[in-house]
C-alpha cells in the first residue's frame, strides 16, 4: 500500500491510496495516515482516493474503522472516495456503506462539481 497526497488545501486534503490494503501493509504500531499527514491528521477532512487501491482485507477494513474513529474523536471527518470494484464489493458485503461517506467518482462531478 503506497498513500500519497494529492491535494491539500491545508484544511482538506485527498490522499490517495495505490496497491494492496492488507495486514501487511497496516501496522499496528504505525499509523501511515497519521505518518503522513502529521499529528493533526485526525482533525482534517479526508478524502481516502482509493480508485487504485487493488485490494482490501480485514485488516485493511479495520484501519478504515480505525482512522474513521479517531477523526471522529478529532472533529476530522473521513470520505472514501471511487473504491476500485473489488474494494467497493468487500465495503458493499459488509455493509460499511452504512458507516462510512462513500463518494462514487460520477458524484463529485455533478451540477456542483462542474465536470465535463
Keep these: 500500500m503506497k498513500l500519497s497526497i494529492a ?11 495505490s496497491g494492496q490494503v492488507t495486514q501487511r501493509e497496516v501496522s499496528p504500531i504505525e499509523e501511515p495516515l497519521a ?3 502529521g499529528p493533526t491528521a485526525y482533525s482534517r477532512l479526508v478524502r481516502l482516493d482509493l480508485s487504485n487501491a487493488s485490494f482490501m482485507d480485514s485488516s485493511g477494513v479495520g484501519w478504515l474503522l480505525t482512522c474513521q474513529k479517531r477523526m471522529r474523536q478529532a472533529g476530522g471527518k ?8 473489488i474494494v ?3 465495503l458493499k458485503v459488509l455493509k460499511l456503506e452504512r458507516v462510512f461517506d ?3 467518482a ?3 462531478r455533478g ?5 465535463s
Design 106 to 108: 460520477a458524484a463529485a
Design 35 to 37: 505518518l503522513l499527514l
Design 102 to 104: 462513500i463518494e462514487q
Design 111 to 115: 451540477p456542483a462539481g462542474g465536470g
Design 7 to 17: 491535494q491539500d488545501d491545508g484544511n482538506q486534503v485527498c490522499v490517495a491510496i
Design 78 to 85: 473521513l470520505t472514501l472516495f471511487s473504491p476500485h470494484p
Design 88 to 90: 467497493a464489493n468487500v
